[in-house]
């Protein structure tokens, strides 16, 4: 009889702990479910494909299921930490190197190589992996599986089971409840079924929708206002009209005020897909997230660099479509421009007249620097000292963002790149939607996290868990409210401080940012504080 000794004087042993029969019951029947997808990849005929197809996604959600119950359903409520740091999958080990390195395979066959997964010409039957998904896709659209179809159902499947997980994990918490439950639900109602219901429509000759992304909302539906997608829309009477209006709307007026009232985690932690995936699949990667000052750096210019990409190839990509002639067009390329240089003078200029002073000293520079840049290209353009509206074709604009944003950075790294650098790389790093959602909820929103420093114990849960790489921990000792661009409002540092010291609040504009007064020890002068009132 071996007797294994602890070294460590922790209260709990560190070690990882090691899986109940029921857990290894549930990864087996998990994997069983993968066995027949793998099998499909090699081109395994299965002679009822809507048999294994079910049989499948039925196993691998009933293993996540399993799994799941046996973890937390064993054990009181609230949050257990259970040696994520001693997992090899979570701590970078080579279980998680492993498990990335075929996320990343994955997504780059996807995108750039789908013939591996069976996709054939439009002519030809499928094959493999893509054959196993037609006969739900005929039960849905009426039309044969492509790469994106089996992308969104396996997508959808691991939000909805992940989701059950992440419930069962936070179900002390409310409002992680309510917020799972709602991004569970867009994904399966509005981004999977919907979208696919609705492409019936283009078999009529009066429909030639771009329905598969109902929101319509630049700049993450960065082809909204591609020459093809304007075309289908307004081809498509009422109902792409209105979508295009959506859209719109959207962009300039929905948005900006759900993000007054709420901050931006009405979208990126209640609706978003992408958000959605990585709240759920990727939970237990949120801690592997750098909160190096170094990478909050790099995150900034990052972030901000990619939504002003954005910015230009869309105002190039609109420009080619447009007219000279005001008399067949009643937006010419020339008022085009114009109303474009107005709009973004107003926001800088807005931004540093009243709220320069919420900016940092690099952020006002990187503004001015992006304000002079652009003022430059335009004005160079219209001097003639260069035909192209940015200097590069508007094509080549377009094919480039669509190649290293929409495919290389948000889905090959985003989500390939979970266990190594968290679950929030695109959300933090890349998307522009995030870039825009933040530059308002830290000028104007109504949200913030407000912080009890007298009862902070500096346990440090809360930045650990912060997937977007935020020192929260520094805020609650010196009892600063937080209000970071960055911030999606998941929630989480509230769920899983042991004190109480987080809340997330909607309040007045009025000492929402409250750097200034923070009391630690002799650092203030109490009097001079009062008098100052």
């Known amino acids: 009889m071996s007797i294994q000794t602890y070294k460590s004087m922790s209260l709990v042993k560190p070690e990882a702990n090691d899986l109940s029969v029921k857990q290894k019951i549930a990864v087996a029947i998990g994997a069983i479910g993968l066995l027949i997808l793998v099998l499909a990849i090699f081109n395994t005929n299965f002679p009822y494909k809507t048999i294994f197809l ?16 046996d973890a937390y359903l064993t054990k009181s409520e609230g949050l257990k930490n259970d040696g994520v740091w001693f997992k090899s999958i979570s701590s970078r080990g080579v279980l998680g190197w492993v498990t990335g390195i075929l996320l990343t395979g994955f997504y780059i066959i996807l995108y750039f190589f789908p013939e591996y997964l069976g996709q054939t010409p439009s002519s030809e039957p499928n094959t493999g992996l893509i054959s196993l998904f037609d006969p739900l896709s005929y039960l849905l659209s009426g039309n044969p599986a492509s790469q994106w179809f ?61 329905y598969y992304d109902l929101k319509s909302m630049w700049p993450l539906n960065y082809y909204l206002f591609d020459s093809w997608s304007i075309n289908g829309l307004l081809s498509s009477g009422a109902l792409g009209f209105i979508m295009l209006m959506f859209g719109i709307i959207s962009i300039f007026v929905i948005s900006p005020f759900l993000t007054y009232k709420y901050g931006k985690r009405w979208y990126c932690s209640w609706v978003c897909g992408c958000g959605g995936l990585a709240e759920t699949a990727g939970d237990s990667f949120r801690h592997l997230s750098s909160k190096k000052l170094s990478a909050w750096k790099l995150e900034r210019w990052l972030i901000h660099s990619v939504l002003v990409f954005s910015v230009m190839m869309t105002t190039a990509v609109i420009y080619t479509y447009l007219g000279s002639d005001p008399n067949k067009f009643w937006l010419t390329r020339s008022a085009f421009l114009l109303g474009i240089g107005i709009l973004l003078t107003l926001v800088f200029s807005i931004t540093m007249i009243f709220k320069r002073h919420e900016l940092g000293k690099d952020a006002r520079y990187g503004a001015i620097g992006y304000f002079i840049l652009i003022a430059a290209l335009f004005t160079m353009h219209y001097t003639g000292t260069s035909d192209k509206i940015f200097l590069i074709k508007a094509s080549a604009l377009r094919a480039a963002y669509g190649l290293y944003i929409g495919s290389i950075f948000s889905g090959v790294i985003g989500t390939g ?12 790093f890349g998307c522009p939607m995030a870039a825009i959602l933040g530059f308002q909820q830290r000028m104007f929103s109504k ?26 921990r520094a805020y609650a000792q010196k009892g600063e409210n937080i209000v ?26 009025k000492g929402r940012i409250n750097a200034n007064e923070i009391l630690l020890g002799n650092d203030v002068d109490l009097m001079d504080l009062i008098n100052s009132k």
């Open 417 to 428: 790149f979970y266990p190594i650098l968290g679950n929030r790389v695109w959300c933090r």
């Open 447 to 472: 949200f913030r996290i407000t912080t009890n420093g007298g009862q902070c114990i500096s346990c440090g849960n809360c930045s650990t868990y912060c997937e977007m790489g935020i020192d929260v």
């Open 484 to 509: 970071r661009s960055s911030c999606v409002g998941c929630g989480i540092c509230s769920a899983v401080c042991p004190r109480g010291v987080l809340k997330l609040e909607n309040d007045s504009m």
């Open 54 to 69: 079910t049989l499948s996604l039925a196993a691998i959600a009933l293993g996540t299921i399993l799994f799941a119950n």
């Open 150 to 210: 089996v992308y969104g159902t396996l997508y959808t499947v691991a939000i909805l089971v992940f989701g059950y997980k992440f419930m069962l994990k936070y179900r002390h918490n409310r409002y992680e409840q309510l917020r799972t439950v709602s991004v569970m639900f867009f994904q399966l109602g509005f981004a999977f079924l919907i979208p696919e219901f609705m492409s019936r429509l283009n078999a009529s000759p009066d429909y030639n929708l771009p």
